[in-house]
């Protein structure tokens, strides 16, 4: 509570959490891209932040740590010791008895499923191919917390970064994959609207006007779905692909006669073909439809499904 922090962000999270920040934080500082939103008193621009970094013990992010986290480590050189992240601070607090991370509530239906399945999450395991935040949206991280443990890829470096911080007992992939690669090097477009990056160009421009799409290029290692899960020391119960615009290649080039995810979560909205041709690709190896939450479709392995029914 002693040390100096700037609160970095000012946007909605941190006006709906304030009062909590207040409590607990010492905030001597204030640092937004929208300068309308600092108040005169501890404000620093964010033209001015390398140089008054010394003023502050900690940085309070509260807004897409992904993006920031990334920019204060690569270009203000902010050690990660000195880096918080409003929600993962808030995660720690006690919940109350039921608190549900993904955007549109997929773990509580998760969670459920393994329930019906009679899965323990102590011992569970996943394998969550485009992870980005790893708490704050995320549909592993309540797994965690009860226990599960698992692997994490992502194509960009600072959600590494991020589990370190939060997830420090999971396993982080620095990559990108599709449905083939040995590790060689492809470009990656990362987006300051980090959930849209994409090994696809096409996949990116489609979100121009509609999310702040500034792009940069970066070189990123690619593998083949199949090689990431010879790696692992057995299949993981879970699987779940969010891979902007790779998601139908990395599920049709998946080798079912080897490997068997009791479950499999995939994005749907954004597919090379139709859904009806996905659905039934699934269904004829072994997969059956058990909801669908917006963007995402939860398929369960039949057999599994024929044994609780």
Same mark, same amino acid.
């Given at each position: ?8 962000? @000012? ?8 009062? =909590? ?29 390398? &140089?008054?970094? $010394?003023? !502050? /013990? ?31 601070? @808030? %995660? ?12 549109? $509530? ?33 549909? +592993? ?30 396993? !982080? ?5 599709? #449905? ?25 421009? #489609? =979100? /121009? ?20 899960? &010879?790696?692992? &020391? ?24 080897? !490997? ?36 995402? +479709?939860? !398929?369960? %392995? #039949?057999?599994? =499904? /024929?044994?609780?029914?």
């Amino acid at each position: 509570m002693n040390e100096r922090t700037l609160v970095y962000g @000012l946007g909605k999270e941190y006006q709906e959490h304030r009062e =909590w920040v207040a409590t607990h934080f010492r905030v001597t500082g204030y640092c937004d891209q929208d300068v309308t939103r600092m108040p005169p008193e501890g404000a620093v621009c964010k033209d001015e932040l390398k &140089e008054r970094l $010394a003023e !502050f /013990d900690l940085v309070l992010v509260t807004a897409d740590p992904v993006s920031i986290v990334a920019d204060l480590l690569e270009e203000f050189h902010v050690p990660l010791e000195k880096i918080r992240v409003l929600y993962y601070e @808030l %995660a720690k607090q006690v919940p109350p008895l039921r608190t549900f991370y993904g955007e549109n $509530a997929e773990d509580a239906v998760l969670m459920l499923l393994c329930r019906e399945l009679g899965l323990s999450f102590e011992g569970l395991s996943y394998l969550e191919i485009g992870t980005n935040d790893p708490v704050r949206f995320n549909n +592993t991280y309540n797994l965690y917390r009860l226990g599960a443990r698992g692997l994490l890829v992502d194509p960009l470096p600072a959600v590494g970064e991020l589990i370190r911080m939060s997830r420090s007992e999971d396993c !982080f992939l620095h990559a990108a994959v599709s #449905a083939e690669g040995d590790g060689a090097q492809k470009l990656f477009f990362a987006s300051k609207s980090s959930t849209v990056s994409s090994l696809s160009y096409e996949h990116h421009k #489609a =979100w /121009d006007g509609v999310s702040h799409n500034e792009v940069y290029e970066i070189p990123v290692d690619v593998f083949g779905i199949n090689t990431i899960l &010879e790696r692992m &020391e057995e299949t993981p119960d879970l699987l779940l692909v969010d891979a902007e615009g790779e998601d139908e290649k990395i599920l049709t080039a998946l080798d079912y006669t080897r !490997f068997c995810p009791k479950v499999i979560m995939v994005e749907m909205d954004h597919l090379d073909s139709s859904r009806a041709h996905m659905m039934q690709f699934m269904k004829d190896h072994g997969y059956i439809e058990y909801t669908t939450i917006k963007y995402n +479709t939860i !398929f369960i %392995a #039949a057999h599994l =499904w /024929d044994a609780v029914v």
